[in-house]
T-cell receptor, first 115, second 114 residues
Framework: KAGVTQTPRYLIKTRGQQVTLSCSPISGHRSVSWYQQTPGQGLQFLFE???????NKGNFPGRFSGRQFSNSRSEMNVSTLELGDSALYLC??????????????FGEGSRLTVL | AQSVTQLGSHVSVSEGALVLLRCNYS??????LFWYVQYPNQGLQLLLK??????LVKGINGFEAEFKKSETSFHLTKPSAHMSDAAEYFCAVILKSSGDKLTFGTGTRLAVRP
């Protein structure tokens, strides 16, 4: 069974640009969550999508957005990039969103560097 | 508000020594608690979870954790460290009442000395 796949794995952008990251969950999983990981802030929850609907959202500015498609694949977008957006962006999938079991399956992440 | 606190951002042990990584939670209602591990350049992997069944939980790779309500703790232990255990470990919590997102602690980086 294939795991969670995130693309691209590495990317470099400049301030002011926008970026789109993609996540393909494990087959059959309907929930996709996104986290930002930085050395200073640790793991911060961005948002969760379930059956194409945003079900939960963290405390990030509106520059951070996401969506989920009918096949459960998800994308997140960051517009007007800032230096502080440099981070590892992790996607996690689960059957129900982890509310019952807390078990999330993580991808290897997309490492974004903003210059 | 729900939260978890991990004491010690870096822990170093000798190979074969006891591993003890500390996690305390703040909640008046026993939450669901988890330990995840992150190896270099990888995503997170679930080690073990507590969901109000047995208070002593056994996980993968010889790790276990004990839920202690009186101490609001969920410390992670392993009797004998192996070089391959070097990684970052995250304690995480979900409150049953809120059905909320998984919230992670700040992580503890474990180094294993030969």
């Amino acid at each position: 069974k294939a795991g969670v796949t995130q693309t691209p794995r590495y990317l470099i952008k400049t301030r002011g640009q926008q970026v789109t990251l993609s996540c393909s969950p494990i087959s059959g999983h309907r929930s996709v969550s996104w986290y930002q990981q930085t050395p200073g802030q640790g793991l911060q929850f961005l948002f969760e999508y379930f059956s194409e609907t945003q079900r939960n959202k963290g405390n990030f500015p509106g520059r951070f957005s996401g969506r989920q498609f009918s096949n459960s694949r998800s994308e997140m977008n960051v517009s007007t990039l800032e230096l502080g957006d440099s981070a590892l962006y992790l996607c996690a999938s689960s059957l129900t969103g982890g509310r019952d079991t807390g078990e999330l399956f993580f991808g290897e992440g997309s490492r974004l560097t903003v210059l | 508000a729900q939260s978890v606190t991990q004491l010690g951002s870096h822990v170093s042990v000798s190979e074969g020594a006891l591993v003890l990584l500390r996690c305390n939670y703040s909640s008046s209602v026993p939450p669901y608690l988890f330990w995840y591990v992150q190896y270099p350049n990888q995503g997170l992997q679930l080690l073990l979870k507590y969901t109000s069944a047995a208070t002593l939980v056994k996980g993968i790779n010889g790790f276990e954790a004990e839920f202690k309500k009186s101490e609001t703790s969920f410390h992670l232990t392993k009797p004998s460290a192996h070089m391959s255990d070097a990684a970052e470990y995250f304690c995480a919590v979900i409150l049953k009442s809120s059905g909320d997102k998984l919230t992670f602690g700040t992580g503890t980086r474990l180094a294993v000395r030969p």
